[in-house]
Nanobody, 120 residues
Framework: QVQLVESGGGLVQPGGSLRLSCAASGSIFSINAMGWYRQAPGKERELVAT???????NYADSVKGRFTISRENAKNTMYLQMNSLKPEDTAVYYC??????????????WGQGTQVTVSS
């Protein structure tokens, strides 16, 4: 059992910044890939960014150059620094992690989501 909790969402004006955090807890042997996803009203959930255990990253074209994903493995924590925010970034942002737990083998867990609203 691995649980993820997102934090850091809120209301910002266009051009503003937010930093999201995702904390993983439970019987974690290892976390391999982690990622941020988002879902806007009436739209499908989409991948925003991913990061491997070694720090390799991938970004959706819509956020390249504006968002930065990072992780601190010792703390089982992942971050998403969001700069130059646009109204179209408005969505619920979800944390995802996959890896291996001590008691249940492989896991793929999701957080509860945190709301990001970009509006003037």
């Amino acid at each position: 059992q691995v649980q993820l909790v997102e934090s850091g969402g809120g209301l910002v004006q266009p051009g503003g910044s937010l930093r999201l955090s995702c904390a993983a807890s439970g019987s974690i042997f290892s976390i391999n890939a982690m990622g941020w996803y988002r879902q806007a009203p009436g739209k499908e959930r989409e991948l925003v960014a991913t990061i491997t255990k070694s720090g390799g990253t991938n970004y959706a074209d819509s956020v390249k150059g504006r968002f930065t994903i990072s992780r601190e493995n010792a703390k089982n924590t992942m971050y998403l620094q969001m700069n130059s925010l646009k109204p179209e970034d408005t969505a619920v942002y979800y944390c995802n992690a996959e890896g291996v737990s001590y008691w249940h083998g492989r896991f793929n867990s999701w957080g509860q989501g945190t709301q990001v609203t970009v509006s003037s």
